[in-house]
């Protein structure tokens, strides 16, 4: 499943990745349930984007 979820987040984001290089990013997600939305974004921007550090934050829990 987060196999599926870094697959949608890989060619989404379009950012210049010399302005995120090196950065901390702040996610912000509406609804953490599994936590596989931040997870699969914060992939991502690590190892596409060469990000420094991913913070999650989430708006509300689900069940």
């Given at each position: 499943m987060?196999?599926?979820?870094?697959?949608?987040?890989?060619?989404?984001?379009?950012?210049?990745?010399?302005?995120?290089?090196?950065?901390?990013?702040?996610?912000?997600?509406?609804?953490?349930?599994?936590?596989?939305?931040?997870?699969?974004?914060?992939?991502?921007?690590?190892?596409?984007y060469?990000?420094?550090?991913?913070?999650?934050?989430?708006?509300?829990?689900?069940?």
């Amino acid at each position: 499943m987060i196999t599926d979820t870094i697959a949608v987040f890989t060619n989404t984001f379009c950012p210049i990745t010399r302005i995120l290089k090196d950065k901390s990013v702040l996610l912000v997600d509406d609804i953490f349930t599994t936590g596989a939305t931040l997870e699969a974004a914060a992939q991502v921007l690590v190892h596409e984007y060469k990000v420094k550090e991913v913070v999650g934050l989430a708006l509300a829990g689900g069940h």
